[in-house]
T-cell receptor, first 112, second 111 residues
Framework: SQTIHQWPATLVQPVGSPLSLECTVEGTSNPNLYWYRQAAGRGLQLLFYSVGIGQISSEVPQNLSASRPQDRQFILSSKKLLLSDSGFYLC???????????FGEGSWLTVV | SQKIEQNSEALNIQEGKTATLTCNYT??????LQWYRQDPGRGPVFLLLIRENEKEKRKERLKVTFDTTLKQSLFHITASQPADSATYLCALEGGSYIPTFGRGTSLIVHP
């Protein structure tokens, strides 16, 4: 069966520090991968998506970046965090259009 | 611009009643629509998918309707239970491989 893991689950980072959130999918190949952010009481905002290794599309201009170094690995990064980067980050995958979207456990980021 | 609208106000109902949640959209021509459940501090979990050629879909106590003329989907939970309390999200695919979610409606079922 397929599983998705993301980590760390919780982190508190000072303003200006770097960020790395990692997500891996097991049990499938060539998944479409996504990073969403959910601010408190808000909806899911799509940040990045990828349909293949090295193929990253950004939906929102910001100081975040994403990379897909391997087929089932998706990384969200920042060189310098802002207070506004705080939120709940979710990694997700699908087999493609018209398929169920599977989410990871989420990562709570607090920038102080 | 494309919009997905769900009631921002929480829906409060008594246990045993039917809960009905609404998802309206504009400037989409979706081939399908999905509903998800999200509990606090957790990722959304898939519930149902309905395609444009399907008027209604059922799964146990859940029922979804899809009216492409009205550009609306209704999500029903019959015989609701306190354990059904959560936020329910609808999702559409607005472009190639891009699932887009509504903000969700919070459902609170009172015992």
């Amino acid at each position: 069966s397929q599983t998705i893991h993301q980590w760390p689950a919780t982190l508190v980072q000072p303003v200006g520090s770097p960020l790395s959130l990692e997500c891996t999918v097991e049990g499938t190949s060539n998944p479409n991968l996504y990073w969403y952010r959910q601010a408190a009481g808000r909806g899911l905002q799509l940040l990045f998506y990828s349909v293949g290794i090295g193929q990253i599309s950004s939906e929102v201009p910001q100081n975040l970046s994403a990379s897909r170094p391997q087929d089932r690995q998706f990384i969200l990064s920042s060189k310098k965090l802002l207070l506004s980067d705080s939120g709940f980050y979710l990694c997700a995958w699908t087999r493609g259009t018209g398929n169920t979207i599977y989410f990871g456990e989420g990562s709570w980021l607090t920038v102080v | 611009s494309q919009k997905i609208e769900q009631n921002s106000e929480a829906l409060n109902i008594q246990e045993g009643k039917t809960a009905t949640l609404t998802c309206n959209y504009t400037n989409y021509s979706p081939a399908y629509l999905q509903w998800y459940r999200q509990d606090p501090g957790r990722g959304p979990v898939f519930l149902l998918l309905i395609r444009e050629n399907e008027k209604e879909k059922r799964k146990e106590r859940l029922k979804v309707t899809f009216d492409t003329t009205l550009k609306q989907s209704l999500f029903h939970i019959t015989a609701s239970q306190p354990a059904d309390s959560a936020t329910y999200l609808c999702a559409l695919e607005g472009g190639s491989y891009i699932p887009t979610f509504g903000r969700g409606t919070s459902l609170i079922v009172h015992p």
